[in-house]
């Protein structure tokens, strides 16, 4: 039997001495009773003073500021306080005027010589630019990276400015002043001297270390920006964001600007070059009252005192034609035309072309020069005749534009793809060309829109079979003669007409050809061409009773050209989308509901009266 263990019972007078904790339900000793009563009365009465005292303003974690807040309520918050400076004209955000006196392009050429912390004040620079971000190291120094305006002699020229407390002269704001109002994206002026700034981990004494830089004595806060700019928390990446909100693009992505400063330049060298061959620059109307010059579908206007349609220009071609009537031997044009057609990667409904008219020359002279005027601003534009040009789908072309182009014939071509003998030149234009047409496209798996007239269908073989073969710059020669109701008969090929087309990458960029200059064909022509709108083609062509009059008169044997500066601009700078060659392109209507306030209504903002004038 085991044996079975009692716990001993605590002594009765220890028990006796034990006192009840009301709190715990514990028995403890008196002495630790009383320690810990005046542990709970020292509690309470902290509690008491601390709900007694005014609560405490909660404490701002240290990284918060401007950069916690999303773009909606950083524009609320700047514009308010923008409000409150404008207020006071002391503190005008907005002056009037500020004198820029240094050419910013050479900054770098004329200080890179100077030596870390060795600075030139022998002469005051005075500049403006955007800031591109601040940042400061303690209450005395701050750092600013600006960006100046693109003009023709640079895209934008990025310079770091410092401003030091001490660099302030007497008679100046203050410090403190100075700075207290700017914010990244601000337009600043400044005032100051050239230096190289001498950093601490510099490699040796007297080396290049650091970076050249304007010291400032003044800053001047000459616009401010009221939207928080783009940054890797909050990007601006989007196409479509970015067509939207171009002047932003522009303003944020070097790109963008570089790309329209190259366009700007190609415009340039087009224009000196008609100049030094003695062609004159003209200007002719916008708006026609017959769409005519090019097969095309336009724009329809209204002149509301003549009660008169009137048609927004496709083409400046008949205009420029009839001053060579007039007796001008070599005219240019570079202007807008507007045609009614769809908008993709290559086409927007308004663009920019540059026509020329030569008389005395034929076909054959214009596609010399074309070679001689288009490599020539290649090689001026980008220091080579080589260009790469990258599609939409990441397919690399390598372009050598040096001359001569390729030359190719279109109906011996079209045969030699498709395998079949085409009918005669001269019966191009009949029905049973029009039946044959539609076997070969049947026969080739070619899909054409309808009409299936025979210059649509082939034009559109031309498309799928000489086109797609033309990266390196190609002329496609001799076209049927009712594809081309402007252009001449071939001198020895009856049914072909003296033109070319230039294509690039696959694409057109221009189009010419001898012009047709006896008034009878002419109006056969046009005559052809009405007949094709009567079977349901909206872009043929009216009959000019005005131009064929002009005509009558005698327009000298002539070499007519165009070219479309924005398609040619595109592949020059190696973009597959003809929006980013555009400074503002045509947009589709946004369907949002959303809409964000202006600055003007964030602060209640009352406009003022204004007294009508009348037009005069």
């Not at 591109?132 to 305006?149: E, P, Q």
């Not at 001047?220 to 693009?249: G, I, N, T, Y």
Request: proline share 6%.
């Amino acid at each position: 039997m085991a044996d079975t263990t009692t716990a001993p019972a605590p002594p009765t007078e220890e028990v006796a001495n034990l006192h009840l904790d009301e709190v715990t339900g514990e028995r403890v000793s008196k002495t630790e009773l009383k320690k810990r009563q005046k542990q709970r009365q020292k509690e309470a009465g902290k509690a008491a003073k601390a709900a007694a005292a005014p609560p405490k303003p909660a404490s701002k974690p240290k990284n918060a500021g401007e950069e916690d807040l999303n773009p909606n309520q950083y524009f609320e918050i700047r514009t308010r306080h923008i409000n409150e400076l404008l207020k006071n004209p002391e503190t005008n955000p907005y002056p009037h005027k500020f004198h820029v006196t240094y050419e910013d392009s050479k900054f770098f050429e004329e200080f890179n010589h100077l030596k870390a912390g060795e600075t030139d004040e022998t002469k005051e620079l005075r500049i403006a630019g955007r800031i591109s971000n601040k940042r400061a190291s303690g209450n005395k120094l701050i750092f600013y990276d600006i960006t100046t305006a693109a003009d023709t002699a640079s895209t934008g020229t990025k310079i770091q400015i410092v401003c030091q407390a001490q660099l302030v002269k007497d008679g100046s704001p203050s410090f403190e002043k100075q700075h207290e109002n700017i914010r990244r994206g601000d337009i600043i002026g400044i005032v100051g001297h050239a230096g190289r700034t001498n950093p601490k981990t510099r490699a040796a004494e007297g080396s290049e270390g650091g970076t050249v830089s304007i010291f400032a004595s003044e800053v001047v806060l000459l616009s401010p920006c009221l939207h928080m700019l783009p940054s890797v928390k909050f990007p601006f990446s989007d196409p479509e964001q970015r067509a939207r909100m171009r002047h932003l693009d522009m303003l944020w992505n070097d790109r963008a600007r570089e790309v329209l400063v190259q366009r700007g330049r190609m415009v340039s060298y087009l224009r000196r070059f008609f100049e030094d061959r003695n062609f004159l620059e003209v200007e002719t109307p916008m708006m026609h009252p017959i769409a005519g010059g090019a097969t095309a579908l336009p724009f329809t206007t209204h002149h509301n005192e003549l009660d008169q349609t009137m048609y927004m220009r496709i083409a400046p071609e008949l205009y420029l034609k009839k001053m060579i009537v007039g007796g001008f031997k070599k005219v240019f044009e570079i202007g807008k035309n507007f045609r009614n057609e769809g908008v993709d990667l290559t086409h927007n409904p308004e663009f920019t072309s540059c026509e020329f008219y030569w008389a005395y020359a034929d076909c054959y002279d214009v596609m010399d020069l074309t070679e001689e005027l288009v490599s020539g601003l290649v090689k001026h534009l980008t220091g080579s005749y080589k260009t790469k040009f990258t599609t939409q789908h990441g397919e690399v072309y390598d372009v050598n534009w040096e001359a001569p182009w390729r030359r190719v014939e279109m109906i011996p071509e079209l045969e030699k793809a498709t395998g079949e003998k085409f009918p005669p030149f001269e019966e191009l234009h009949t029905d049973e060309t029009n039946q044959f047409l539609r076997k070969v496209l049947k026969k080739m798996n070619v899909e054409c829109a309808p009409p299936l007239t025979n210059a649509r269908m082939i034009d559109k073989l031309t498309g799928e079979f000489i086109e797609s073969t033309c990266v390196n710059p190609t002329f496609i020669m001799e076209h049927p003669q009712m594809m081309s109701p402007l252009a001449k008969y071939h001198r020895s090929k009856k049914g072909l007409c003296e033109r070319f087309e230039a294509f690039v990458c696959k694409k057109e960029i221009c189009n010419a050809y001898t012009e047709l200059n006896n008034p009878f064909d002419q109006r056969l022509r046009f005559e052809e061409q009405a007949r094709q709108k009567d079977q349901g083609d909206d872009e043929a062509q009216l009959v000019d009773e005005s131009f064929l009059n002009a005509l009558e008169y005698g327009l000298p044997p002539t070499g007519g050209w165009g070219i479309g500066i924005d398609r040619l601009a595109m592949f020059i700078t190696n973009n597959y989308a003809i929006r980013e060659v555009l400074a503002f392109p045509f947009l589709r209507e946004e369907k949002t509901n959303k809409k964000e306030k202006f600055a003007a209504e964030v602060v209640d903002v009352e406009p003022l009266p204004v007294e009508g004038i009348p037009h005069k």
